[in-house]
Each structure stands twice: as C-alpha cells, then as structure tokens.
C-alpha cells in the first residue's frame, strides 16, 4: 500500500470518527456519551486501512455488480462502526431496525458508487 493510499485511509477515518463524535454530541450532549462510544471511534482508523484497497480495484472494474460489491465491502465495517455505534446511544435502540437500515443504506450507496464511479471505456 503507498503512502498517498495510507494518508487518505486514516484521515478518512479520523474525519468520520470526528462527525460522529459531533453527531452524537449533538444529539446526545457531549457530556453525556460514554466512555466505550470514544474507544469505538478508534476503531475506525484500522477499519479504513483494511479494506482500503478495495476501492482502486473497483475503480477498475468493468462489470456493475461486481463494481458495486467492492464498493460495498469497502465501506461495510467503517459504515458499521459508526452507524452501529451511534444506534446503540439511543435509548430506543432496536438492532434489528439498525441492522436493516445498514444493510439498505450500504446496498443503495454501493449501487450509488458504482454507477457514478464506472471505469472509462
């Protein structure tokens, strides 16, 4: 992996690590989140370098679905860490409904990615 490629993968985890604290904090008060919700954010930072390298072979990938499954499993475990880690701060937190809307909203924004993002013919 090239430096630009790591560079790129933690800043991106540290940028979404920082909108989720701000989210939460927003929703929640940042006084009131627990100590366990700041830890989950460090979570992120290898959450992004392993499946970084998804992303240059889907950039590259001729055929949609397929495109669109790299897509997917790029972004499956740092969208779950903040999703997830989010959901459960609410006291009305239901896991199967957190688990739907992830699993919808990593379908849709794959299938997203992989039409705007298809290779140059």
């Not at 630009?4 to 006084?31: H, K, Q, S």
């Not at 989140?33 to 992004?48: G, K, R, S, T, V």
């Not at 999703?83 to 006291?91: M, R, T």
């Not at 957190?98 to 699993?103: I, P």
């Amino acid at each position: 992996m090239n430096a630009a490629i790591l560079r790129t993968a933690l800043i991106t985890g540290v940028v979404i690590a920082a909108v989720n604290i701000l989210f939460a904090a927003l929703d929640y008060g940042l006084d009131t989140l627990p100590p366990w919700f700041y830890l989950a954010q460090l979570l992120l930072l290898p959450a992004m370098l392993l499946p970084i390298r998804y992303f240059p072979q889907a950039a590259v990938t001729r055929e949609f679905l397929p495109r669109a499954a790299l897509y997917a499993m790029g972004w499956a475990v740092p969208y779950a860490i903040y999703k997830f880690a989010h959901d459960a701060l609410s006291p009305a937190f239901q896991p199967a409904a957190s688990l739907a809307s992830y699993l919808i909203t990593v379908a849709v924004f794959s299938l997203l990615f992989a039409a705007i993002r298809r290779p140059a013919r």
